[in-house]
């Protein structure tokens, strides 16, 4: 069974710092990219950054370039993103994804989220 499992937030207050994991099983990350989505309430579902996983070249959405930082512990299955100066919009549920390949066919599996409160 595939799994994205997600965890790492809270509340924080502005240019805080957070960083959240999500441990990958059931599939072969090595085939993966993995990347972070986040969901402000009433908004739509958004990119916030990637990861390929075999060569670590990573994707960041302008609004977090320069901040954040996503990362990856082969040992572990697991992608981080560490999230530095965070400001009050960056709110939202965070959702870990992940588009693996089986074959020759891409799969896509989302986790769960993971809420990210920035408030003083």
């Known amino acids: 069974e595939v799994q994205l499992q997600a965890s790492g937030g809270g509340l924080v207050q502005p240019g805080g710092s957070l960083r959240l994991s999500c441990a990958a099983s059931?599939?072969?990350?090595?085939?993966?990219?993995m990347g972070w989505f986040r969901q402000a309430p009433g908004k739509a579902r958004e990119f916030v950054a990637a990861?390929?996983?075999?060569?670590?070249?990573?994707y960041y959405a302008d609004s977090v370039k320069d901040r954040f930082t996503i990362s990856r512990d082969s040992a572990k299955n697991t992608v981080f993103l560490q999230m530095n100066g965070l400001k009050p919009e960056d709110t939202g549920v965070y959702y870990c994804?992940?588009?693996?390949?089986?074959?020759?066919?891409?799969?896509?599996?989302w986790g769960q989220g993971t809420l990210v409160t920035v408030s003083s």
């Open positions: 994804h992940g588009v693996y390949r089986v074959g020759f066919t891409n799969f896509d599996h």
């Open positions: 059931g599939f072969t990350v090595s085939t993966s990219v």
């Open positions: 990861i390929r996983w075999s060569d670590g070249r990573t």
